[in-house]
């Protein structure tokens, strides 16, 4: 299990990654997580080990900055964190909304869900979650964007909408 670090934002944004498959990706993740102070919750079977090289390599030295929360299965997840009980929103190519669309400013807590590179999240809980459901829109004839990539688009769109709070506003640069 990966070491979890404490903390103390009264508005949470969590990364929930359901079974990723590519550590490159993950580890990309991670990164985009501590940048922003984002939890990220990896919930297994996971294609790779969390040990892996590449997964260090790709998050850097971010991996002591994140706050991370494992889950043994989406199901597990799903009961800790009901979707009913939550503002949480399923990241699909099928999503009902535009990412954007939600008002995510004074939501205390986000649980954005991501699925597998391969099959994303499971048809069942899409359709059952369907009013919850967003996409990042495309063109037609593609299937999808890359995880990761998908990933800061819409957690940088839910910052930008809470103003970027916790985060550096001015740049240290030209000081």
Same mark, same amino acid.
């Given at each position: ?59 850097? %030295? ?6 991370? &929360?494992?889950?043994?299965?989406? !199901?597990?997840? #799903?009961? =800790? +964190? ?26 205390? %807590? ?6 597998? &590179?391969?099959?994303?999240?499971? !048809?069942?809980? #899409?359709? =059952? +979650? ?26 940088? %769109? ?6 970027? &709070? ?10």
């Amino acid at each position: 299990m990966l070491q979890n670090m404490s903390t103390s934002n009264k508005k949470m944004l969590n990364v929930v990654l359901v079974e990723p498959e590519i550590p490159q990706n993950t580890g990309n993740i991670a990164r985009t997580c501590a940048a922003i102070g984002a939890k990220l919750h990896l919930v297994y079977p996971l294609g790779f080990s969390i040990s892996e090289k590449a997964v260090k390599r790709a998050g850097l %030295d971010y991996w002591d900055k994140l706050d991370i &929360e494992e889950h043994l299965s989406f !199901e597990k997840f #799903l009961e =800790k +964190y009901k979707p009913e009980e939550n503002n949480m929103f399923f990241v699909t190519t099928k999503g009902k909304q535009v990412y954007s669309e939600p008002d995510y400013k004074n939501m205390k %807590d986000v649980f954005v869900l991501f699925g597998k &590179e391969t099959k994303g999240l499971p !048809e069942d809980v #899409l359709l =059952k +979650y369907i009013d919850k459901t967003i996409r990042i829109p495309m063109r037609p004839t593609l299937r999808s964007l890359n995880l990761s990539n998908s990933v800061a688009i819409v957690v940088y %769109d839910i910052m930008r909408q809470k103003e970027f &709070e916790g985060l550096e506003e001015i740049s240290k640069y030209f000081d």
